[in-house]
C-alpha cells in the first residue's frame, strides 16, 4: 500500500499519520492496481473498504485516475 507515493506496508495500515487535506492511496493485489483519494481533516481517523476484484469497480470508493 502506498500514501501519497510513499510504501506504508501491507494492508490493512493501522494509524498511519497523514497530512490534512487530500491523499492519494495505490493499492495493489497480484495485478490488480486501485487508486483513491482519501480528504483527511485534522485530527480524523478514515477508513476504506475496497474490493480487490479485478473486475469489481463498483466497489472502489473515490476513484482516483
Known amino acids: 500500500m502506498r500514501v501519497n507515493g510513499?510504501?506504508?506496508g501491507p494492508s490493512p495500515v493501522v494509524r498511519e499519520a497523514v497530512p490534512t487535506g487530500?491523499?492519494?492511496v495505490e493499492l495493489r493485489r497480484e495485478s490488480v492496481?486501485?487508486?483513491l483519494v482519501v480528504?483527511?481533516?485534522a485530527g480524523q481517523v478514515s477508513a476504506r473498504r475496497v474490493s480487490m476484484q479485478a473486475d469489481d469497480r463498483k466497489?472502489?470508493?473515490d476513484p482516483w485516475y
Open 6 to 8: 510513499k510504501h506504508v
Open 22 to 24: 487530500s491523499i492519494q
Open 33 to 35: 492496481v486501485k487508486r
Open 39 to 41: 480528504q483527511i481533516a
Open 59 to 61: 466497489d472502489l470508493i
